[in-house]
């Protein structure tokens, strides 16, 4: 992944493209190093500073969250043959099919209209084939650092996350040709957000 984003693509690229990575999700994000914790925020801070102070423009910092997209890479829960009736008729993930957006009414997880389409659109631009997920009313939803970012920082958030079986198991499984998929989509998100981000209209 370090050659994908440093590479002859971004000679032009006039956004900082940054990888985070936080400990505690599954015990806790309240941490000095989970995603509960102002890491995200120094950062968009540390990225828009000058060395004079004085100097910033005002409001730089906040055009910068404004501007900014974060993608929330985490996993998702693909259907299994003996428990199709858990999921959706609609809504049933499978391995080796692709990543999966993510969605939920009680924005357990953070993906809105918007950061769904950009993903969408990222993905067709790749060739990857992407599916959708929401869970079933009647049942309870985890959730991810997605919603826990975005409100710390008011970032625009998608949540997606390749498809497994027996999530928090000892026996979790996923598709290799997912993982494959994952890191093209994440690739061309790198590459292409900026442009195609100035070329989304949305009206009202």
Do not use: W
């Not at 500073?49 to 501007?67: M, N, S, Y």
């Amino acid at each position: 992944m370090v050659e994908a984003v440093s590479g002859p693509s971004f000679d032009e690229e006039t956004n900082v493209n940054t990888v985070m990575l936080f400990d505690n999700e599954e015990v806790g994000s309240d941490s000095a190093q989970g995603a509960g914790s102002p890491m995200i925020v120094d950062l968009i801070n540390r990225v828009t500073a000058l060395e004079d102070p004085k100097q910033v423009p005002l409001g730089l910092v906040d055009q910068a969250i404004r501007r900014s997209f974060l993608v929330s890479a985490d996993m998702a829960h693909a259907i299994h043959p003996n428990y199709a009736s858990h999921h959706e008729p609609l809504h049933q993930p499978k391995i080796n099919a692709g990543p999966v957006i993510k969605h939920n009414g009680n924005l357990r997880y953070a993906t809105t209209a918007f950061s769904s389409l950009v993903i969408r659109e990222l993905a067709k631009e790749s060739g990857v084939p992407f599916q959708e997920f929401v869970v079933k009313n009647d049942s309870a939803c985890g959730s991810t650092i997605g919603p826990i970012l975005a409100t710390l920082a008011g970032l625009r958030t998608v949540d997606i996350g390749n498809p497994q079986l027996s999530m928090h198991s000892i026996r979790e499984q996923c598709g290799v040709a997912d993982v494959t998929y994952a890191t093209k989509l994440l690739k061309t998100f790198f590459e292409q957000f900026t442009a195609l981000d100035k070329n989304i209209t949305i009206d009202g």
